[in-house]
């Protein structure tokens, strides 16, 4: 219960960290993840091309998800026209600053690609179905808690990815200086990460409150997928 702002300002539940560590399990225990680390440069090559579809449209998507969240009753519903201005305030200022940065990143996958040899033109592949899945079931619609709870998973990926690969000396020989800074952008942080920035604004629009099953059940088929087209890009070259 409590206002918007109430539940956004509260501690993180514990089981934030539970989902984090069977992302790690599920990452650290991939070939492609492993390739990666040995600093694999036909894999990596294949990695940056495969999930450049979804990279290119992440700050779409949450500009979309900007637009939808807006119609939704908890802000359209004239009864809560007390926690409105808060709820805008704050939804509005997070996603706006998460979609700057998801561009920002976007710039910097396309260095790390130029690190390793591609061109942006090498990038401009028609996804594969996995990278297509992954893009529609971003795209889903039930609730705004969903929505940030999807996005939570792309943050999660991106943060636990980043930094297990960049605790390789060879990973981080193969890409340079230039081709890391798209994965320290995931593992340095400021005030506060996208990935718990993402879960309170899943928490606050969910007035009864998200079980460790729920967020769990949202977040862990799309890691599933990513793994799954991680392995599917490396399989012939790791």
Not at 113 to 141: C, F, K, N, Y
Request: aromatic share 8%; hydrophobic share 45%.
């Amino acid at each position: 219960m409590g206002t918007f702002t109430d539940r956004y300002s509260r501690p993180l539940p514990n089981w934030v960290s539970d989902i984090k560590e069977g992302v790690k399990h599920k990452v650290i225990s991939s070939i492609a993840a492993q390739a990666c680390r040995e600093g694999n440069i036909p894999a990596l090559r294949q990695l940056l091309i495969v999930f450049w579809p979804f990279v290119d449209e992440f700050p779409k998507i949450i500009r979309r998800g900007c637009v939808k969240f807006i119609k939704h009753e908890l802000i359209t519903d004239p009864g809560n026209a007390h926690d409105l201005l808060s709820l805008l305030v704050l939804a509005d200022k997070t996603l706006t600053l998460i979609e700057r940065d998801e561009a920002d990143h976007r710039e910097l996958w396309i260095k790390a690609a130029e690190a390793v040899g591609l061109t942006h033109r090498d990038l401009e592949q028609p996804p594969i179905p996995l990278v297509e899945q992954l893009i529609t079931e971003m795209e889903r619609w039930a609730d705004p808690a969903a929505m940030f709870l999807r996005f939570a998973a792309v943050e999660i990926m991106a943060g636990v990815a980043s930094w297990h690969f960049l605790e390789s000396p060879q990973f981080r020989q193969a890409v340079g200086t230039k081709g890391s800074e798209w994965f320290l952008a995931h593992t340095e942080h400021g005030d506060e990460s996208h990935e718990s920035l993402t879960y309170r604004l899943a928490i606050a629009f969910r007035e009864s409150g998200i079980t460790h099953e729920e967020a769990s059940g949202l977040i862990q088929p799309l890691i599933d997928l990513f793994v799954e087209a991680a392995e599917s890009a490396v399989v012939t070259v790791a």
